[in-house]
T-cell receptor
């Protein structure tokens, strides 16, 4: 089946630093989604991408749909303590169910 | 926030006992999903539903069954729980289908099988 490789697995950064994470797929996707999960809660949708090359922002978060349609990137600028959590990418091709990456655990040191 | 309620939120049970988790939505969305989340595996799809009485298997469906008799309720049943089914289970809903739908998640149900 489809697989997503999400990296890095974890990150420890200083408050104020920028963060980058990415996902790559073994097949072409037509949708990329980025979620954030905080402890004890369900994942919350951050950004949705539907076109190759699309660049979308949500506050300090920016995500891009890779031109090859096999990857996506999420950047967080000027990180703050409330950015802590696990970030998941998810993607699909055609009408198949969403496939999720294994997550990037972000820790922010004040 | 999407109106999704999962129950129970926490359950401890013994191997071999049946367990049913309930997902209730107030959004009238057509699509409902059950995922499990385990360390090192992320979120994996168990079963999903695309309408009342219409369900299909996901990636890790063995040992699980589902039922959807009403639009608002999607039940996940473990007929005979095993320790490997210890996990956090998330229900999700979508209104726009497999090809374009963005999923909205419940708060999760933590199941421990002893």
């Amino acid at each position: 089946g489809q697989q997503l490789n999400q990296s890095p697995q974890s990150m420890f950064i200083q408050e104020g630093e920028d963060v980058s994470m990415n996902c790559t797929s073994s097949s072409i996707f037509n949708t990329w989604l980025w979620y954030k999960q905080e402890p004890g809660e369900g994942p919350v949708l951050l950004i949705a991408l539907y076109k190759a090359g699309e660049l979308t922002s949500n506050g300090r978060l920016t995500a891009q749909f890779g031109i090859t349609r096999k990857d996506s990137f999420l950047n967080i600028s000027a990180s703050i303590p409330s950015d802590v959590g696990i970030y998941f990418c998810a993607g699909r091709s055609g009408n198949t169910p969403l496939v999720f990456g294994k997550g990037t655990r972000l820790s922010v040191i004040a | 926030d999407a109106g999704i309620t999962q129950s129970p939120r926490h359950k401890v049970t013994e191997t071999g006992t049946p367990v049913t988790l309930r997902c209730h939505q107030t959004e009238n969305h057509r699509y409902m999903y059950w995922y499990r989340q385990d360390p090192g595996h992320g979120l994996r799809l168990i079963h999903y539903s695309y309408g009342v009485k219409d369900t299909d298997k996901g990636e890790v469906s063995d040992g699980y069954s589902v039922s959807r008799s009403k639009t608002e309720d999607f039940l996940l049943t473990l007929e005979s729980a095993t320790s490997s089914q210890t996990s956090v289970y998330f229900c999700a809903i979508s209104d726009r289908g497999q090809g374009t739908g963005e999923l909205f998640f419940g708060e999760g149900s933590r199941l421990t099988v002893l």
